[in-house]
């Protein structure tokens, strides 16, 4: 029963008619407030995510017939940034590559900002804001955040003019409180009648819904920030590298990024080694609510535009995971794994299947090429735990915390579902070393708008 409840609860909360009832809703109670189509946007200082989509403000502004409304934010809690050294630290490096990908500006060699230059940022944007000109304001003020270049910070700040004390605290905060109104943590967010956008990685889908209300002044061209897929070219000539992935049985990202990076592999020939971790929650790190919620609606998004099925969730926490974990375990050396990690993710996630109970998990295992004996023999040995444990060890030696996460042979490593173009970009590289010198831009193109 509790199962039947799980399944129908996750399909009504991530069915496109309740989407649709919501925006439908969103929709008309602004135009009841008599409020014109508003974009709002939350710019956290210290993000380089938010560095980013702040440089797409006036081209959203230009292209879309929509008011754009910008608010400061703090970064978000503990709760919702459980390892915030690594995401810093990662976000540097991944926001260098976003950024050449879609022409946008960020330093090659970035620093980690210090605490007083982030104080001095908050105060020069909300200064800017209150002189409604933001938008040419974090642009270069952020440049010179990225860059570690205090005395370009302290140039903007003259010509800014002297915030009031106590502007940006108050910038902030009322930043936090509509954000949290809303339903939000993170800072570089869109949102826009009820749903929300991160960045520049989901602008393509607000794009899609400011489109599709009529305000695009060019209806039919390509999107400013269109999603990025591996193109899947003939690979150059050469050894393919390995590729690892890590990822867990409870992560909706771990099940859209596992079939498309067994094809990405086929398409290399290159060998795929599972790297599989307890969930977040069974390691000590909490998720919040709001951020579970997120995470479900956004992944049933990304499930749609990538044509995987989505939605009819069992949460396979606790017993779930450590069963699959165990069978997994034994799957492995029988070569069987990826079939069985594969199957596994989409009973969890779109196929509403409990992976704790013996009938879903024995049915799974069967399905992978697993025989029932070799399914119960897997349950009774406990020596997974060892090799989840090395994988989560070498997951924070690699310098991230969270799945999905990939790297090519030992190299730098990945994280999210949306980033196994960068992967592809490694192997082609591995395959083609580039000669010395700055490293070429990116090869890949999608520009279906999602």
Known sequence: MRTLILKSATTLLTSPMRRRMARDGAALAARLRGERPTVRYFHQADDPYSHLAAQMLPRLRARYAAEIEVHLAP????????????????????????????????????????????????????????????????????????????????????LNGAAEPGL???????????????????????????????????????????????????????????????????????????????????SPYSWLVMPRIRR???????????????PMVMRGLAVPRIKTLYIALDSKREAERLGLPFGAIVDPVGAGAERALAVLHHAIPLGLGQEFAELGLKAAFADGIALAEDKGLFD????????????????????????????RAALLDAGLWGVPAFRVSGGPAHWGQDRLWMLEQDIRDALNPAPAGPKSGRRTSRADGS
């Open 75 to 158: 970064p978000p809690e503990d709760s919702a940034a459980p390892d915030r050294e690594r995401l810093r630290g990662y976000g540097l490096r991944d926001a260098v590559r976003l950024a050449r990908a879609h022409g946008l500006e960020f330093p090659s060699n970035p620093a980690l900002p210090a605490p007083e230059a982030v104080l001095r940022l908050q105060a020069i944007l909300a200064d800017a804001l209150d002189r409604d000109r933001f938008d040419a304001t974090a642009a270069a003020a952020g440049n010179a955040l990225w860059s570690g270049d205090m005395r370009a910070l302290e140039a903007m700040a003259a």
């Open 168 to 250: 940006a605290d108050q910038s902030l905060a009322a930043g936090e409180a509509t954000r949290r109104r809303l339903g939000h943590y993170l800072g570089g967010m869109f949102h826009f009648e009820g749903e929300w956008f991160w960045g520049v990685d989901r602008l393509g889908w607000l794009e899609r819904r400011l489109a599709d209300r009529g305000l695009d002044r060019e209806p039919g061209a390509r999107p400013l920030a269109p999603a990025l897929e591996p193109t899947l070219d003939a690979p150059p000539a050469g050894s393919p590298p390995t590729l690892e992935v890590w990822f867990s049985f409870r």
């Open 264 to 278: 990405l592999a086929r398409a290399y020939g290159a060998p795929l080694e599972l790297r599989p971790i307890l």
């Open 364 to 391: 799974v295992a069967r399905r992978a090429g697993l025989t029932d004996a070799q399914t119960t023999a897997a349950l009774a040995d406990d020596t997974w735990r060892t090799r989840v444990e090395g994988n």
